[in-house]
């Protein structure tokens, strides 16, 4: 007889006396770690094994980013996180007459390779821009002017100064007020029930776009939206979550937000990807409220059991981790949404 039928066999009273000596005792070992990182590190090293897929995931991505570095032209969050570098340093008040030499030698040359194998054109537009317009303002100093030089060679012949920085003045007026905005944020729920009726693909690439438009730390974007729009295959993945057993079967549609520790060379950047894909996510479910499209935001809770399945079901790297999945269909009528009240302002603010 196993020990956990025994277990079951013993009367409540003694389940809960022992249940509340084992408690007792993880919590003593908890307060004990906890007073200082020494112990702490040790604790998760011996006694819990919670963080052991975020601590070699970071090491993965570190090396994934250098790989990438090496093949020149192809790590994207690299020039991606350095023309946005220079686009605040164009931006700065007062800006300076040098600025950027620290890292220019390397952006011009990650922007080198990115033309000559034609990776990204928007991006290389946007970077041939903000560069030109760099080396339009700024100073002479042998670094910089060996970057010039480098970068000449390699920008084509299009049209310059498109994609740079610009007044405040030049965005499009506001087309919606605050109530109006209030009513949209009212109006996204998580919705669990849908109609049987499939999410076009055309929709999800239109809420894709303007979820692009998020903010994003150095503009690296470092996340995917993994699509599984066939009902079954939705299923499959939302069982993956947990919370989801009585309505996972009724989803026509599920995106799995996948973050990608090879953006970054450095592990204090490591909680960027769930920050970056928060952001994203959220406006992409008020894009799909516009487009008549309900959404529900799945948990998504560091299990190694379950991020090992659904890794092997999206084919997903070590070093890229999953943000959180989303629900997405046309909402049933007749379901019901959970009331959920919300705190309030004066619970939320604190004013420094």
Not at 56 to 80: D, H, I, P, T
Not at 127 to 148: E, K, M, N, Q
Request: charged residues 25%; positive net charge; aromatic residues 8%.
């Amino acid at each position: 007889m196993s020990l956990k039928s025994l277990a079951q066999m013993l009367p409540e009273p003694i389940k809960m006396r022992l249940k509340a000596v084992r408690d007792n005792g993880s919590l003593a070992l908890v307060r004990l770690c906890s007073s200082n990182g020494l112990l702490a590190s040790l604790y998760y090293c011996f006694f819990s094994r919670e963080f052991y897929r975020e601590h070699r995931a970071v090491l993965q991505g570190r090396l994934q980013y250098a790989k990438l570095l090496r093949r020149q032209g192809e790590n994207s969050a690299l020039l991606r996180r350095n023309v946005h570098r220079l686009e605040k340093g164009l931006i700065m008040r007062p800006r300076r007459d040098t600025f950027a030499e620290d890292y220019i030698g390397e952006t011009v040359h990650c922007y080198a390779g990115a033309a000559q194998r034609n990776i990204c054109d928007g991006q290389r537009r946007w970077a041939g821009d903000v560069l030109g317009a760099y080396f339009s303002a700024v100073g002479s100093t042998p670094r910089i002017d060996a970057a010039h030089e480098i970068f000449s060679s390699a920008s084509g012949a299009e049209e310059p100064g498109r994609c740079v920085p610009y007044p405040h003045s030049q965005l499009p007026p506001c087309p919606v007020d605050y109530d109006q905005l209030l009513v949209l944020f009212k109006r996204r729920r998580s919705v669990r029930w849908y109609q049987e009726r499939p999410v076009e693909r055309e929709l999800i690439e239109q809420a894709v776009r303007a979820a692009t438009l998020a903010p994003s730390a150095c503009n690296r974007q470092p996340f995917r939206f993994h699509v599984s729009s066939d009902p079954r295959r939705a299923a499959e993945i939302a069982q993956c979550a947990g919370g989801t057993g009585g309505f996972h079967h009724n989803l026509p549609c599920v995106i799995a937000v996948v973050g990608d520790l090879g953006a970054y060379p450095e592990a204090r950047d490591r909680h960027v990807i769930y920050i970056d894909g928060a952001l994203a996510a959220m406006q992409l479910m008020l894009a799909f409220e516009t487009l008549g499209l309900s959404t529900c935001p799945i948990n998504w809770p560091d299990i190694e059991e379950k991020e090992r399945l659904l890794a092997d079901k999206l084919g997903l790297a070590y070093h890229e981790r999953t943000v959180m999945l989303l629900a997405v269909g046309y909402a049933d009528p007749t379901g019901g949404i959970p009331y959920s009240d919300k705190k309030t302002e004066q619970d939320l603010i604190v004013f420094n």
